[in-house]
């Protein structure tokens, strides 16, 4: 056992004290925390341990006007052995009794039953299991009751108790398991609307997305990932179809005024943001259409046109002006702008070519400019034999576009080798099932030419690009070349910012030929933000509308106004306490691809992948774990303090059952830093009230309960006057059975009306592959605590 400082304060201050301390846990009856300290239960072990055993007055149990008053540390051997307890609240008795053996309940206090960790074979005894697992209440995000064994685990769903990883790996944060759950059952509007808190375009993203999401999905440790992006472009154009019900004008004006130079994702994001809030918006475009690289740098086969002009349709809409064909610094003066405004935003992009010092250089052509162009429809075959210098998602559509153009040979060469390529793995596989030859581990060394037009190219090979801290450090063989014949050499190798418009009156601080963004996208002047490429460099479009976003908020604060609509929206939602999902999920282990054109049907117009069908999304949408913790709350007396309608007061405060025992899943979720348990005051019954706690354990010297029912009611002229009924060990919470007492209350109590309520009891519930049997268990269960 590890060190660690013991304090025995002798008043509650004093306890407070310590606990606010970094890194300090209290200990109540000590038989949990033990564990912890022994075997590393948890993933930080504590510095500090604080004994609240020890303080004065917490120990009593005593029946006061307002009904019983249980001491935090008063032991379940106490409440077992009251008399008090047993006159009045016998079912209590019973809970206390039912909880291990006479040894355990003499150290194990009623606070520390109530307050203690959930309960799991996997996050308990990891190495019986096989050693260190990815335990999501520990330390990493998956449970793995949902696939492995699972006998004992939550009927009624599971608890989120970190980020999901395809949450965590989208650079939006987007709230995908939440939307999963509305697409199931149906619930589209709703689902949009969740995606809309972070991405205001998903009709665009969904095509164009690298998916991070989609490499953080917790089904790639069993089978296959979930294909999120189909889903989404299912919303996403679900989205634009109602986009007068999704994007529409704000109720009022705020009176402040807003620019935006460039009309990229991160730019378009600000101005959706800020208009919705009743901001004027301005955006500023030099290209004769909006969109910046979502409308001139990315292929209408994989984005068509059509998709963006709707989508900047709507924000006109709204109200957000555009000024296309605008050019700041020739047309107008950034100064001029921001005179004008109440803030400004930078969203320029990275349009302009950087050159790499490569001999004969001069006589190749930038390929972000190819595309523009091609996106101006200048629909030339750029040569016969075409070689792209790159591997990334640009390269890629530089080369794919070549060859669709007409060019009979194009080959690709690139540093990384095939599974080290930064573009990703689909448009990889769409290029070679195109006749793109790719070349890995290469780097151009020399430009060949023949009366002053390029003839080929030669490269040196790259036997490694990152050096041993995993940066961008390439290694040549000089000694190693290859040579090819080429008529036109397409560099796509990276693109910087042009930032020549930044001259003048305001101009901006830069730093490595980009825009130095601070917190919040703050510039080096006053009222002047900056997102997306130009601060950042080339990065995806869902990073450029996170910054879009994050600068939006940035200049709401700048203005001094109440939070963004988008805010409030997504501050209001509110999680539900325990995650669904579809109980076939652990069994479908392929996920539905979207329908691809055959090579042969490819071309520069129109789209390469299609949408999947409703039946087909919603399909795929019940594939997703709705990753959560799903292991059941062990306490067996929260669960009859619950039925009873029991109050804790705590150092601050007094809190509803419902609220403590149910709030949440995790009691340091509920109590703030340095909150303590003293004491729980359990209501008087009203005469006649009939109340039962019952378990079933696989043994009675072990306290852990498979099935717990905890409940009081009460009846008049024979019908149901009152009732309240918990189930415990079914779910993370105790869960309260709201619908059968409100099924029960004027009614007869027989074998129907028993029958009856154990059915709806239990129609909610979710079982996993093993733990089917508390469900029939249950139901017994529920209709023997109504007496039949």
Not at 114 to 133: S, V
Not at 192 to 199: I, Q
Not at 297 to 319: C, D, N, Q, S, T
Not at 545 to 566: D, F, M
Request: glycine residues 10%; negative net charge; proline residues 5%.
């Amino acid at each position: 056992m590890k060190n660690f400082t013991y304090k025995n304060p002798s008043s509650v201050e004093e306890a407070v004290g310590f606990l606010m301390e970094p890194d300090t846990v209290a200990m109540g009856g000590g038989t949990d925390l033990l564990g912890v300290l022994k075997d590393g239960l948890l993933p930080e072990y504590p510095r500090q341990v604080v004994n609240l055993k020890g303080i004065p007055g917490l120990n009593r149990i005593e029946e006061r006007e307002d009904g019983l008053h249980i001491g935090a540390a008063a032991t379940l051997r106490d409440v077992a052995d009251s008399p008090v307890v047993g006159s009045r609240w016998p079912a209590l008795q019973t809970a206390a009794k039912s909880v291990a053996t006479p040894n355990l309940r003499n150290t194990a206090t009623v606070a520390g039953n109530i307050c203690q960790d959930i309960r799991c074979w996997y996050y308990r005894y990891p190495d019986i299991l096989g050693g260190k697992i990815n335990c999501a209440r520990k330390s990493g995000h998956l449970c793995s009751a949902m696939m492995g064994e699972n006998r004992y685990h939550s009927i009624f769903g599971a608890a989120k108790v970190c980020e999901t990883p395809c949450t965590g790996k989208c650079p939006a944060h987007t709230d995908i398991s939440a939307y999963m759950e509305m697409v199931r059952a149906g619930e589209y509007e709703k689902a949009a609307r969740v995606l809309l808190e972070v991405n205001p375009m998903p009709a665009i993203t969904s095509r164009v997305c690298a998916h991070f999401c989609m490499e953080g999905c917790n089904r790639n440790t069993y089978d296959e990932s979930l294909n999120v992006g189909s889903i989404e472009r299912f919303l996403g154009d679900y989205i634009l179809e109602h986009a007068d019900q999704f994007l529409k004008k704000p109720e009022r004006e705020n009176g402040k005024h807003i620019s935006i130079v460039g009309s990229g994702p991160a730019g378009l994001t600000a101005a959706c943001y800020l208009r919705q809030s009743g901001y004027r918006v301005t955006v500023y475009e030099k290209q004769k259409e909006a969109g910046g690289c979502l409308s001139y740098a990315i292929p209408a086969y994989r984005l068509p046109k059509e998709i963006v002009r709707r989508f900047v349709g709507a924000l006109e809409h709204m109200g957000v002006a555009f000024r296309c064909g605008c050019s700041v610094g020739t047309d107008i003066q950034l100064e001029e702008i921001y005179q004008d405004s109440d803030g400004v935003m930078l969203d320029t992009g990275t349009w302009k070519r950087p050159l790499i010092g490569l001999a004969g250089e001069e006589l190749t052509r930038f390929g972000l400019e190819f595309l523009v162009d091609v996106n101006n429809y200048i629909l030339e075959k750029p040569g016969s034999d075409v070689v792209v210098v790159g591997g990334g998602n640009v390269a890629m559509d530089v080369a794919i576009t070549a060859k669709r153009l007409g060019a009979p040979n194009v080959t690709m060469v690139c540093l990384e080798q095939r599974d080290g390529m930064p573009a990703n793995e689909e448009e990889v596989t769409r290029a070679l099932e195109e006749g793109v030859v790719i070349q890995n581990g290469w780097g151009p060394k020399e430009v060949l030419r023949q009366d002053g037009a390029v003839s080929g190219i030669v490269f040196k090979s790259c036997p490694r690009v990152l050096d041993e801290t995993g940066r961008f450090n390439p290694v040549y063989d000089e000694d190693k070349l290859l040579t090819l014949d080429a008529d036109i050499i397409l560099m796509a190798i990276g693109q910087k910012a042009d930032l020549e418009f930044l001259n003048g009156a305001y101009e901006v601080e830069t730093e490595r030929g980009r825009i130095k963004a601070l917190e919040g996208n703050r510039t080096s002047v006053d009222g002047i933000f900056a997102g997306g490429d130009v601060t950042t460099g080339p990065a995806t479009v869902i990073k450029a509308i996170a910054a879009g976003k994050e600068t939006a908020v940035a200049i709401n604060r700048h203005c001094g106004l109440e939070p963004l609509e988008v805010e409030k929206v997504q501050e209001a939602r509110e999680a539900a306490k325990l995650a669904s999902f579809d109980p076939g999920c652990r069994h479908s282990h392929s996920a539905v691809k979207s329908p691809l054109l055959p090579v042969e049907e490819r071309g520069m117009d129109k789209e390469d992948m299609g949408s999947l069908p409703e039946e087909a999304v919603r399909g795929e949408a019940c594939r997703c774990f709705n990753c959560g913790c799903l292991a059941v709350n062990p306490s067996d007396m929260a669960n009859m303090l619950y039925a009873y309608g029991a109050r804790v007061r705590t150092s601050l405060r007094e809190l509803d059952g419902a609220v403590f025992f149910a709030g949440s899943t995790r009691v340091k979720d509920i109590l703030k830093p340095g909150e303590i348990v003293l004491e729980i005051v359990v209501p008087k019954p009203e005469p006649g009230t009939v109340a039962v706690y019952d378990k079933y354990r696989i043994r009675k010297s072990i306290d852990f309960a498979v099935l717990a029912v905890a409940g009081t009611y009460r009846l008049e002229d024979g019908l149901v006057k009152e009732i309240s009924l918990v189930l415990g060990a079914v779910a993370p919470i105790p869960m309260k059975m709201t619908e059968v007492e409100n099924y029960l209350r004027g009614k007869a109590l027989n074998e129907e009306t028993a029958r009856e309520a154990a059915e709806i009891a239990l129609r909610h519930a979710i079982p996993l592959e093993m733990n089917g049997y508390k469900i029939e268990m249950a139901k017994v269960m529920v209709r023997r605590f109504l007496g039949f």
